[in-house]
């Protein structure tokens, strides 16, 4: 009988392996006993972690500090480079920021969250605190919203599954009030959002679903509220959104699926 699965130490090391690099990002770096103490782990072990991410090259060793090594801009520009949306997308998504003057961005939706994968500024950009790799916030950003309203209940309920966190004052926290502004994402088929994820910031967004598919990521476009009037951001703008979304969903249903556009090669949190 042919059995697949792996030993519990291998599942085990792995966890711990990713848990020692998701730590090193969170702290911007560390030495042996700081990232010992902040996993909850001793320093043999912490030591041990890290001296193999040493030498497989993931991690590189500063005197006595330990980083993320330059190996993780291989491995992400593989993924990114990989990617049919973003091969599709970053071009239409730069000429949506040279229309507009303003800050657009490309997302693509994985299995546990969204990724922005491309951004591009046009004259008046201010950029949202968004760059390529960081996950967007689903519930707050115009983008996130735009991909939630195309999903599945069961999907979203899963990708919603944790408190809706207060980004600014005009976050929706409240779940019956997302459920209906999702309502009205779906019928209009454009996301806005109003300082809800960034102070000061207004964001228009838009899903990308090809033809007989599923969501696959959106199409985001950001300014400041200076510039941004109430016709200009509801009136004006949302027509260029609306464009590129369909140039890309166009483009996008003439070529193969995206294999990664499901997030099933995306490592979770792997950014």
Known sequence: ??????????????????????????LDGAGVTELAEYLGMSKSGAYKQLSTLVKS????????????????????????SNSQLYQIGAVEVDKLAEKSNYFAYLTALGQDHA?????????DAVAP???????????????GKAMLAELPDEQRSALLSQPLASKTENTIT???????ELETIRNEGIAFEDEETVPGIRSIGASIVPEGDAVVGAVGLSGPVSL????????ELPSLVLQTKNFIEVKFSLESRDPLAEGSHIPRDFY
Do not use: W
């Open 115 to 123: 990724y922005c994968i491309h951004t591009a500024h046009g004259e």
């Open 174 to 180: 409240d779940r019956d009030a997302l459920a209906d």
């Open 57 to 80: 090259g993931f991690v590189a060793k500063h005197g006595n500090e330990y980083r993320l090594s330059y190996r993780f801009l291989l491995m992400g520009e593989y993924v990114k």
């Open 129 to 143: 605190n968004l760059s390529v790799g960081k996950q967007i916030s689903l519930h707050s950003s115009a983008a």
């Open 1 to 26: 009988m042919n059995d697949n699965r792996q030993p519990l130490d291998t599942v085990e090391a792995v966890e711990r392996a990713v848990g020692v690099i998701n730590a090193l990002k969170a």
């Open 228 to 235: 941004l009037s109430d016709d200009h951001f509801r009136e």
